[in-house]
């Protein structure tokens, strides 16, 4: 470490970079370090709750916590900016508006949405990663049904209402459960014209045999049970050609209405990070040791969806789950490595997997401390209380308690605002 005072460069203020400066402000002594933290946007998206904000059970800002909120209470400094290159030689950060020199650098980027390269899925399909994404998904669903409340031909109104979600894992999942709720619990009260039991199509689509292919078997089948009884439809083994503007092709031939298709169908390696001059593995993704140091180097670290962190053979798998248990981890290591002293290997403790289905309903798979599944409304309690427990900042969760208690005891937010 070079600087009187080490420079701590943080990119990426999600999942994994918001809890890492949560515990920095704890590990670090007062003036130990300059620590800075860069983000395109100046909040962190919480987004497992994303598909609400696109189904209206919650207004944006539930989902989004200030950054600069616990950069200022910890002392550091937040700079609001597009990280363009990452120059570990020279060890600075090129960002849209200036070069930002550092002694240690931690990469926290996350990952962008994987269209696979199938013709189509970036012109036609709206996906669900980012927050104008969320707001893009609800406007696509209301005006479709602003159209088809004034379409007097019954089959037209069918074709319009088709919708396809492209992925069968969490998100697909609770994304087509949840519009179908936004349909049958607001939406047919307000479209009187429509026709809810026979018009409006959800289709799910997955390559895999099963739907949510990643997450343990029990919990698969009691997704696929609900969303049955929910009137999903569910093509599995089926895989995805090319997107038009109002339909869908399938590898095997067939062409599905799709007046709305939703990609949900994957993340990979944001562009800067698999640009950048270290060691990656096959999808670009930093390759860090237990340590979290990306390969060779002792002032860069990697984790989270950005990087490539190896447990029993595999690599951890990008979940947000992932990033924030890696986070105290990784602050102690920042810590050590400032300090000359030992850096701790991180060893991963799975937790389990949530899944929500619409209203009142949920799967739970806990791994830890006996492996148990839980469907109906205890997972549901367990889900909505696990989200509760893990948003950031008593402003966020005061918002989801009550938002949560409005949309479920009023209708949900249809008003079609950008
Ligand atoms: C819709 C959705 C639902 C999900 N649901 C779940 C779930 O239920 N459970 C679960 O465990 N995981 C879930 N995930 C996965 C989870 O969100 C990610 O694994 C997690 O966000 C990874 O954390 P991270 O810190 O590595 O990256 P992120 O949280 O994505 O943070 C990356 C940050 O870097 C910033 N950034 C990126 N590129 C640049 C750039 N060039 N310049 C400046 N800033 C940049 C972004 O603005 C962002 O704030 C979901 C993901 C999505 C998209």
Do not use: C
Request: no cysteine; hydrophobic share 45%.
């Amino acid at each position: 470490m070079s600087a009187a005072r080490p420079r701590v460069l943080i990119l990426g203020g999600g999942f994994g970079g918001l809890h890492l400066v949560r515990h920095l402000e704890r590990r670090l002594r007062h003036g130990e370090a300059d620590v800075a933290l860069v983000d395109r946007s100046n909040y962190s998206l919480f987004s497992p709750l994303l598909y609400q904000v696109a189904t209206g059970e919650l207004p944006p800002h539930a989902v989004a916590y200030p950054l600069r909120v616990p950069l200022a209470r910890a002392g550091f400094r937040f700079v609001r900016s597009e990280v363009e290159a990452i120059d570990v030689e020279a060890r600075t950060v090129r960002t849209a508006d200036g070069d930002l020199p550092y002694d240690l650098l931690v990469i926290a980027l996350g990952s962008e949405t994987n269209d696979y390269g199938i013709p189509g899925v970036s012109e036609h399909a709206v996906s669900l990663k980012w927050m104008e994404d969320g707001r893009r998904v609800r406007h696509r669903i209301l005006s479709t049904f602003e159209s088809a409340a004034i379409e007097r031909n019954a089959e037209k109104r069918r074709e319009m209402l088709s919708f396809v979600v492209a992925g069968a894992g969490p998100v697909g999942v609770e994304l087509s459960a949840s519009m179908r709720d936004l349909m049958d619990h607001t939406l047919r009260w307000i479209y009187p014209t429509i026709d809810f039991r026979h018009e409006p199509s959800i289709t799910l689509i997955d390559g895999a045999d099963r739907i949510l292919p990643a997450m343990d078997a029990r919990l698969a089948g009691i997704a696929a049970r609900r969303l049955e009884r929910l009137g999903v439809r569910m093509l599995v083994r089926t895989f995805v050609s090319e997107i038009g503007p109002t339909y869908v092709r399938t590898q095997d031939g067939r062409t599905l209405p799709a007046h709305t298709s939703v990609w949900a169908g994957g993340v990979r390696t944001i562009p800067v990070v698999a640009r950048t001059a270290l060691a990656h593995d096959d999808r670009g993704r930093i390759v860090a040791d237990a340590f979290f140091r990306a390969r060779g180097r002792d002032d860069v670290i990697a984790f989270g969806d950005a990087a490539h962190v190896e447990q029993d053979g595999k690599a951890l798998p990008q979940l947000a789950q992932v990033a924030v248990l890696e986070a105290p981890a990784v602050a102690e290591n920042v810590a050590r490595l400032l300090r000359h002293e030992p850096l701790l290997a991180y060893r991963h403790k799975r937790k389990g997997d949530l899944i929500a289905l619409g209203r009142t309903s949920a799967a739970a798979e806990f791994a830890r401390p006996v492996h148990l599944v839980l469907s109906g409304l205890p997972a549901w309690t367990v889900w909505r209380t696990n989200y509760l427990m893990q948003l950031v900042g008593a402003r966020n969760r005061g918002t989801l308690l009550v938002e949560w208690l409005l949309s479920y005891f009023s209708r949900r937010i249809v008003t079609d605002i950008a």
